[in-house]
């Protein structure tokens, strides 16, 4: 019984191992996948692609923000996040690397270039309903866009 049981957890750790390698490369996946999009007609992150980039409390900030901005204004968020950018022309993939794939998180960071400009962005991914999608966005200039979305509307409606 002792060989069953040895056998038994053995291979309760190699599917354990095959999970994490599989949530590991399937963050991968995702985030190459947004990163390629931009080549050609570019995504449409902030418009009919937004569901299946942004976890719903991101997604909420950025559409509040679109929504509370005047006809004519500019939002807060006056580009596309995950390029950090406004003019994703001639961007060229680096390197992603996905860390601290536990319990349905996982942080990736992109690093990439627009013309002779290099950006780094860290995307904090949560898994949803089966599916990776953007958490949060951390860059030099923006270390958090959650908090900063969060921040820049409590300024304009501060009673919600």
């Avoid at 999009?37 to 997604?59: C, E, I, K, M, N």
């Avoid at 060229?92 to 319990?103: A, H, N, S």
């Amino acid at each position: 019984m002792r060989s069953l049981a040895g056998w038994i957890s053995a291979a309760a750790l190699i599917v354990a191992n095959g999970a994490l390698a599989q949530g590991a490369a399937s963050a991968d996946a995702f985030v190459r996948g947004l990163y390629a999009a931009y080549h050609g007609a570019g995504p449409d992150y902030l418009g009919r692609q937004a569901a299946s980039v942004f976890a719903p409390p991101l997604l909420r900030l950025i559409r509040r923000d679109i929504a509370l901005t005047p006809a004519g204004d500019v939002p807060d968020l006056d580009g596309d996040p995950i390029c950090d950018c406004q003019d994703s022309g001639g961007l060229k993939l680096i390197d992603i690397k996905v860390e601290g794939v536990e319990g349905g998180h996982a942080t990736a960071t992109a690093r990439f270039r627009i013309a002779a400009d290099r950006r780094i962005v860290k995307l904090d991914l949560a898994a949803v309903q089966g599916h990776w999608r953007v958490s949060d966005i951390r860059t030099a200039e923006t270390p958090s866009l959650v908090a900063y979305l969060t921040r820049s509307l409590r300024a304009v409606h501060p009673k919600d």
